[in-house]
T-cell receptor, first 114, second 115 residues
């Protein structure tokens, strides 16, 4: 998993509560990404970061925010969880070298919103 | 414009057979096409990738065929094995500009190889 850990690995929360998922990497990769995986939709990009404090929205960013205060950590926050945010969340990293496009994925966090 | 459409959604193959998964894209600016393999409970991992300057790339039993004019690419798994049973995702990326390596993924194909 290229030195990527995600925490927690499983979480059940109630509608309306805030939730923060953490991604930690040990490889000093420049780029970090948050995806959600849902049946029939593949992997969809939520937010990404191209450096410390540099972040931008992906295709499904509504209801999510991110922060990256250190190279190694990328946090995803669900501001007020809804049942539609029940999903498996993956963090990924990329080295940042030109023409090195491989993304390395973490083990995922399964989130259930009741 | 950013979509990548993948088919079939699921595929059952006998051991030793050929598995074929297809993807089509619309954005002609895409210029990097990887395939990722995902086992249950794990994150996806890069399997093989191709750039549009070649029509085919082979790594062991895995081959990508690329048809630029049709905007289609496919993954062929020769001599499929039960250990190949996994979910496969195609993806595409526009390497130029400020894409920051953002991948657009297909919907995924669940491959089951029976012994």
């Amino acid at each position: 998993d290229a030195g990527i850990t995600q925490s927690p690995r499983h979480k059940v929360t109630e509608t309306g509560t805030p939730v923060t998922l953490r991604c930690h990497q040990t490889e000093n990769h420049r780029y970090m990404y948050w995806y959600r995986q849902d049946p029939g939709h593949g992997l969809r990009l939520i937010h990404y970061s191209y450096g410390v404090k540099d972040t931008d929205k992906g295709e499904v960013s509504d209801g999510y925010s991110v922060s990256r205060s250190k190279t190694e950590d990328f946090l995803l926050t669900l501001e007020s969880a809804t049942s539609s945010q029940t999903s498996v969340y993956f963090c990924a990293t990329r080295v940042g070298l030109a023409a090195a496009y491989e993304q390395y994925f973490g083990p995922g966090t399964r989130l259930t919103v009741t | 414009q950013q979509q990548v459409k993948q088919s079939p959604q699921s595929l059952i193959v006998q051991k030793g057979g050929i598995s074929i998964i297809n993807c089509a894209y619309e954005n002609t600016a895409f210029d990097y096409f990887p395939w990722y393999q995902q086992f249950p409970g794990k994150g996806p991992a890069l399997l093989i990738a191709i750039r549009p300057d070649v029509s085919e790339k082979k790594e062991g039993r895995f081959t990508i065929s690329f048809n630029k004019s049709a905007k289609q690419f496919s993954l062929h798994i020769m001599d499929s094995q039960p250990g190949d049973s996994a979910t496969y995702f195609c993806a595409a990326l526009n390497a130029g500009g400020t894409s920051y390596g953002k991948l657009t993924f297909g919907q995924g194909t669940i491959l089951t190889v029976h012994p």
